[in-house]
């Protein structure tokens, strides 16, 4: 059992930055693949990025990449995202994931993510 909770949400203007914590409980969080999701209103959850267990690999999803890394520390059973340049189409509920497949096609279907946080508000003022 794997239990997430994300944090560093908020407001922020077009072109600024804001890191987003997910921190797990359980002895077995390095063996899992890590994801982040988001979903804004009206809209579909979608991927954004997710790193692998060792933390050497990462996937972003188109709209993001360039703009946001995916990193964590198996020491503070934490993993981050780093998100830089916002734009108002950031603007949503994100969310971290944890999955036992690795990075790959399956890494971006959340479907097959097993456990998930409450879920954190980030707001892209224009």
């Known amino acids: 059992q794997v239990q997430l909770v994300e944090s560093g949400g908020g407001l922020v203007q077009a072109g600024g930055s804001l890191r987003l914590s997910c921190a797990a409980s359980g002895r077995t969080f390095s063996s899992y693949t890590m994801g982040w999701f988001r979903q804004a209103p009206g809209k579909e959850r979608e991927f954004v990025a997710a790193?692998?267990?060792?933390?050497?690999?990462?996937d972003y999803a188109d709209s993001v990449k360039g703009r946001f890394t995916i990193s964590r520390d198996n020491a503070k059973n934490t993993v981050y995202l780093q998100m830089n340049s916002l734009k108002p189409e950031d603007t949503a509920v994100y969310y971290c994931?944890?999955?036992?497949w690795g990075l790959g096609p399956l890494g971006r279907k959340g479907a097959e993510y097993d456990y998930w946080g409450q879920g954190t508000q980030v707001t892209v003022s224009s």
């Open positions: 994931a944890a999955t036992r």
């Open positions: 790193i692998s267990w060792g933390g050497d690999l990462a």
